[in-house]
């Protein structure tokens, strides 16, 4: 008989549709791996809202969990639909799936406003420099200098993802690559604990398009070029009161610190050099990634978590209660408070 969780659900009653992406797709990777996080936290699948904008990413939330909600929206217009849904249901876990792209170029608006907002959804950007659905165009996030077979060398810039989260005011940032199966589930189960809004910026290999040793986003070069901030270990729900804390002396000691989910769980950075990294700094979470990307390196973990940063259902003092599940008694003003509110209008 197959294994199953303590909600007594296999595997398979995560996943989704077959994939009809390319064999070989980062993409595929990481739907395999929210699988197996999902698996493992024993989520209840209607309990989830996928949601996705237009591109090769945004196909993904066909291909796991299948017996959760899903929403596929216009491009680059995800962000406001996840941020409607988490308003009316606050009981939802959001599962947002986008690309460098849908992301970076045409949504760079609303993914601005999502952040500063801080909508309590996991946002994953499926990042392989690439318009892989319009046959390999460059996008915002190809860096400079990178030749493509059919559209010449990209002369722009990249546009950094995560540099653009931390800067925008994302709670959670992180980091890692699609061929990193055991990093990206620690971050994507910190990510789905984590109170705000938790950007995972996820190198993601084009095989059809951007795939040579000539690009920053192929499998060769990211995994010649991973510059491993620290190893991360989900270490899973500890209770609160064990009151359990790792300050800066004790991490210099033992080589290792605990980020405190609001849960009580906890994420388990293990130094990986002689310098120590706090993850709450965003002065040097920005140096960090801006030294990274000067030499040519892809810095991956847990960048930059704000555990205090308050939420959209806290800046707009949203009851405990989900809006969906108010009735009419509740949300329909009577007609005496709609003619006091009248008679304030005619003053």
């Not at 994507?188 to 984590?194: D, G, K, N, Q, T």
């Not at 790792?246 to 990986?272: A, C, F, N, P, W």
Request: charged share 25%.
């Amino acid at each position: 008989m197959a294994k199953t969780n303590t909600l007594d659900l296999t595997k398979n009653d995560y996943k989704g549709r077959p994939s009809t992406l390319c064999p070989g797709c980062g993409h595929n990777a990481i739907s395999n791996q929210i699988i197996s996080t999902a698996y493992d936290m024993a989520i209840e699948p209607h309990r989830v809202i996928k949601l996705s904008g237009i591109g090769c990413s945004s196909k993904s939330p066909a291909y796991f969990l299948g017996r959760s909600h899903g929403f596929n929206a216009l491009h680059g217009r995800m962000p406001s639909v996840g941020t409607g849904a988490m308003a009316v249901n606050r009981s939802l876990i959001a599962i947002g799936v986008s690309g460098d792209g849908d992301t970076g170029s045409i949504g760079m608006g609303q993914f601005k406003h999502v952040m500063r907002r801080n909508v309590p959804m996991v946002y994953i950007i499926e990042n392989n420099g690439v318009y892989g659905l319009t046959k390999g165009q460059h996008s915002a996030t190809q860096d400079e200098g990178v030749p493509q077979k059919y559209y010449g060398i990209n002369e722009y810039p990249a546009v950094d993802i995560a540099l653009e989260a931390i800067v925008g005011g994302a709670s959670f940032v992180a980091r890692s690559f699609s061929g990193s199966p055991r990093e990206v589930q620690a971050l994507l189960s910190a990510a789905i604990r984590h109170n705000g809004l938790a950007v995972l910026d996820i190198i993601s290999p084009c095989v059809a398009f951007n795939d040579t040793d000539a690009s920053t986003k192929s499998y060769s070069y990211v995994r010649e070029n991973l510059d491993v901030l620290h190893e991360v270990e989900f270490v899973g729900y500890v209770p609160q009161a064990e009151n359990i804390e790792i300050d800066e002396r004790t991490y210099e000691r033992q080589g290792e610190i605990l980020v405190e989910m609001h849960d009580g769980s906890r994420v388990v950075l293990k130094r990986v050099d002689e310098d120590s990294y706090d993850p709450t700094n965003r002065h040097e979470a920005i140096r960090q990634v801006e030294e990274a990307r000067r030499s040519n390196k892809i810095l991956t973990g847990l960048l930059y978590f704000e555990p205090e940063r308050r939420t959209l259902h806290d800046v707009e003092n949203l009851i405990d209660t989900p809006l969906v599940d108010l009735g009419e008694d509740v949300l329909r003003p009577s007609k005496e408070a709609l003619d006091e509110i009248m008679q304030e209008m005619m003053i």
